[in-house]
């Protein structure tokens, strides 16, 4: 089995989860979905151009005729464009800003789920320091104390037994707060991959902000 990981650092930037959430596979399959329809928006507004041609030709004919040059021009005829294109895009817009907000609450729901997680994350670290640096060598020297007491007459079994309680309960309270930090900390480290959030760092989405007004 690999080592004890170091629980004190999380792959993850705070002050940047903006831009590497994005990139989680659930926020990423809705900006996929938005991709797609802000595309069908824009077909349908190309859908309501008219896509006319132009077409030449040149004929070299027998001695008994003169060459013919013909020209073609294609000019489709958009019938009842107000009841058929026009309601076409403005459904593939409503959709496209359908999507488009839905990752956008995907977005900010998962990024206040995890900035919740890192400042519980952060209050486990300080609080098990705490216990670390103060709380249970305070307890051990009590233990010491009402042990030295009682050798020397001055402290009842009792009061030891009692200090040496405190003691391990101290000690456990302890190790109770460092498996919550670590439990903590693989929610939060396991989001991606390990060593992927650097691809991410520099790396924006194409998507715009809103889709409906760049089509237009």
Do not use: C
């Not at 349908?44 to 013919?68: F, H, I, P, V």
């Not at 003691?167 to 190790?175: D, G, H, K, S, W």
């Not at 691809?199 to 007004?213: E, F, G, I, K, S």
Request: no cysteine; aromatic share 4%.
């Amino acid at each position: 089995m690999a080592g004890k990981p170091d629980i004190e650092a999380i792959q993850l930037d705070p002050r940047a989860l903006d831009t590497q959430l994005a990139h989680h596979p659930q926020i990423a399959a809705l900006a996929k979905q938005a991709e797609i329809a802000a595309t069908e928006a824009r077909l349908a507004r190309a859908g309501k151009k008219t896509d006319w041609s132009l077409e030449m030709m040149y004929s070299q004919r027998g001695s008994a005729y003169s060459n013919m040059i013909s020209v073609n021009v294609a000019i489709p005829l958009q019938w009842d464009q107000k009841n058929r294109q026009d309601r076409e895009l403005a459904a593939k817009l409503a959709m496209a800003n359908q999507a488009e907000a839905q990752r956008e609450e995907g977005l900010r729901a998962h990024i206040g789920e995890v900035r919740a997680q890192v400042q519980e994350w952060e209050n486990g670290r300080e609080r098990r320091a705490r216990y670390e640096r103060e709380l249970a060598p305070l307890a051990g020297e009590r233990t010491r104390a009402a042990l030295a007491a009682y050798r020397g007459g001055k402290a009842s079994l009792a009061d030891v037994l009692s200090a040496r309680r405190n003691e391990i309960e101290v000690r456990m309270q302890a190790l109770q707060l460092e498996m919550e930090t670590a439990r903590l900390w693989a929610q939060i480290n396991f989001l991606f991959p390990i060593g992927t959030i650097a691809q991410h760092a520099n790396v924006t989405t194409n998507l715009p902000a809103n889709p409906a007004r760049e089509i237009k």
